[in-house]
């Protein structure tokens, strides 16, 4: 059974930083692209990056130049990190995964919570 477990959330004031990270466990025969999301109350999933297996990434315009997605393929991780936060960053966040088992289908972690504020 493949399962993704996120950490790294909590609690931070405005400018400061956080690193979440994403493992992925179980029979993985290969990860294709790995993915955050986030949800902000009362707004919908937003995706705010994503890295292919071959390590190219793309992000949300509101993230751009803030955070860092990278991912340890012979971990099955994946990290965001996550600098000069500010109140509108806080959500709950997502891992999401396009992984390989039995056969291919979407996996999505338990979320984790990021706060910002002072």
């Known amino acids: 059974q493949v399962q993704l477990v996120e950490s790294g959330g909590g609690l931070v004031q405005p400018g400061g930083s956080l690193r979440l990270s994403c493992t992925a466990s179980?029979?993985?025969?290969?990860?294709?692209?790995m993915r955050w999301y986030r949800q902000a109350p009362g707004k919908q999933r937003e995706l705010v990056a994503v890295?292919?297996?071959?390590?190219?990434?793309n992000y949300a315009d509101s993230v751009k130049g803030r955070f860092t997605i990278s991912r340890d393929n012979a971990k099955n991780t994946v990290y965001l990190q996550m600098n000069s936060l500010k109140p509108e960053d806080t959500a709950v966040y997502y891992c999401?995964?396009?992984?390989?088992?039995?056969?291919?289908?979407?996996?999505w972690g338990q979320g984790t919570q990021v706060t910002v504020s002072s």
């Open positions: 999401n995964a396009q992984i390989v088992a039995s056969r291919l289908r979407d996996y």
């Open positions: 179980g029979i993985i025969v290969s990860i294709n692209d």
């Open positions: 890295i292919s297996s071959g390590g190219s990434t």
